[in-house]
């Protein structure tokens, strides 16, 4: 039988020497980890060379200068009164061959102490002026040659419904951007609105049924003429959004206000649209808009008039330019027209009917500021 040894009995337990040694390596491993956990927890003393290095300010590896360096999708919201407006904004600035890197955060503070100084500070909002005064601030504070701001701001505009005149909010678009040079800042004012469309060629189609027919059934020429006149003609629909923009010289007097855009934005389609309408006012929308059917060419040719029309005072050196785009609803696809160009060569091809030797475009308008306007200028206000 199995008899236990007393504990008296046992023999002492010894320790392979190899054990002893691994029990001595993990000791002094264990101690390196504690002194380096140590030497991490420990903060590094600050000096004015780590505190103060300026690394953007470096040298780059390879010399070659920059066209643009920025931010994109900053977003703030601001409050003008009782309204949001909703921005979107991109800044941008020109880098030396010699400097390494733009400074980042100034492009936040710069953007912060605008609106306290500018949208804070007025009213109506004007998003070319906002963007002018940053670009102006963001290129002085960078030591650029060249800084260019872009903003799109979402904002309520309250109007009455055509017939019944039930008060309703509709959201634009107010679009701003600014080119500072040392000689003085170019602005581009804009809206995007949203309004419908009806197709023409497909009104021209039902029409030559509806004649067909109503021949068959007995009517005369005269009578067939008269009712197509009297009856709105069915077509398909489109929902278009249309986008216009005034580019202004250095030297701007001249004032562009954002209503003022969005009317000729608006008169260009078919028909305005509304968001909370009685039945009366459809029928007033839905009437009107096959009463003017357009296709997505005439509403920016419509505004292209618009703008020569309404601006008469103008400096031709100004800059135009109008873009529609239209949802289909019988294909899968959208249509888009669009046409810009100074607008001394608008002027000139309405006046004489034919093409503008050259079409400028908005990249080539704010890159070739020279400050030498005629006296024309910008400022829209919402």
């Known amino acids: 039988m199995f008899h236990p040894a007393s504990p008296s009995e046992r023999p002492a337990p ?38 103060g290095e300026d690394v953007q300010a470096r040298s780059p590896n390879v010399p ?13 919201v601001v409050r003008i009164h009782d309204e949001l407006f909703f921005a979107r904004l991109s800044c941008f600035v020109d880098l030396s061959r010699e400097q390494k890197g733009a400074h980042m955060s100034r492009f936040e503070e710069v953007i912060n102490e605008a609106i306290g100084e500018v949208v804070l500070s007025e009213a109506p909002f004007r998003a070319e002026t906002l963007a002018r005064h940053i670009a102006e601030l963001v290129r002085e504070r960078q030591g650029a040659h060249r800084a260019e ?5 979402r904002y309520p505009e309250h109007k ?27 602005c581009v004012v804009g809206v995007s609105a949203t309004g419908m469309t009806a197709c023409p060629c497909a009104q021209e189609l039902v029409a030559a049924r509806a004649r067909v027919r109503l021949a068959d059934d007995g009517f005369s020429a005269e009578q067939i003429e008269s009712i197509l006149r009297s009856v ?58 096959h009463a003017r059917p357009r296709f997505v060419e005439d509403c920016v040719r419509e ?12 400096d031709g050196a100004s800059f135009v330019a109008a873009r529609q785009e239209n ?3 019988i294909h899968q696809h959208n249509v888009v027209a669009e046409r810009h160009g100074l607008l001394a060569e608008l002027r000139s091809e309405i006046d004489s009917g034919e093409l503008a030797a050259r079409q400028t475009t908005l990249e ?5 500021g020279t400050g030498a306007g005629t006296g024309a200028g910008a400022g829209a206000g919402a």
Not at 37 to 48: E, V
Not at 64 to 76: A, I
Not at 303 to 314: C, F, K, N, Q, T
Not at 364 to 368: G, R
């Open 14 to 51: 010894t320790l392979p020497v190899q054990v002893r040694s691994d029990t001595r390596t993990a000791g002094r491993t264990a101690l390196r980890l504690a002194t380096v956990q140590a030497t991490r927890l420990t903060p590094t003393p600050l000096t004015a060379q780590s505190v």
């Open 64 to 76: 070659v200068g920059l066209s643009r360096v920025g931010v994109t999708g900053v977003e703030k």
């Open 149 to 153: 701001v872009s903003i799109e701001a």
């Open 160 to 186: 009455p419904a055509p017939v019944s005149g039930i008060p309703t909010q509709e959201i634009y678009t107010l679009h701003g951007q600014a080119v500072a040079f040392e000689h003085g800042t170019r």
């Open 232 to 289: 709105p003609v069915a077509t398909h629909n489109q929902r278009g959004l249309g986008t216009l923009r005034i580019g202004c010289t250095e030297d701007c007097v001249t004032e562009i206000d954002a209503t003022s855009l969005l009317e000729i934005v608006e008169a260009s389609m078919s028909s305005e649209i509304y968001e909370l309408m009685k039945r009366a006012d459809e029928v007033e929308v839905v009437e009107k808009a």
């Open 303 to 314: 505004m292209i008039a618009g703008v020569v029309a309404r601006y008469p005072e103008l």
């Open 327 to 329: 949802l289909e609803t």
């Open 364 to 368: 080539a308008w704010l890159s070739t």
